[in-house]
């Protein structure tokens, strides 16, 4: 992502995937002949539903994957939904803002380890 730098090794992701992301369930992955080619994870905290992440391969962007990732993701939580995107990536805020979530805060990054300008965003 050119506007944020990352804050991990990919050896650092790669064990944080195995041993934290992937044993706690609440993960969906897209898998298709060629392997994984998305994934969604989501949390509950205090009374809003998360969407942690959402990933879509690079090369499958623009195929509905994110949308029919987000599409499940929202049958399994219940609303509030909330997530951060970065204020820079465009893309994605414009994905989430055509599906309906608002944002409803603006952070400076001081809350990201990227530490990069944020948005939070929120269905409900």
Not at 93 to 109: K, T, V
Request: charged share 25%.
């Amino acid at each position: 992502m050119a506007y944020a730098p990352l804050a991990h090794s990919d050896e650092e992701i790669r064990r944080w995937v195995a041993r934290e992301l992937v044993p706690s369930g609440n993960v969906i992955v897209a898998v298709e002949e060629c392997g994984v080619v998305g994934f969604a994870a989501l949390s509950r905290r205090d009374e809003y539903s998360w969407l942690d992440q959402l990933y879509i391969a690079p090369d499958r962007i623009g195929q509905r994957i994110g949308s029919q990732l987000l599409n499940r993701v929202l049958q399994e939580l219940p609303r509030p939904v909330r997530l951060y995107a970065f204020q820079a990536n465009e893309r994605a805020r414009r994905f989430y803002e055509n599906r309906g979530f608002h944002a409803i805060a603006f952070g400076d990054g001081s809350g990201n380890e990227e530490k990069c300008p944020d948005v939070l965003y929120e269905l409900t």
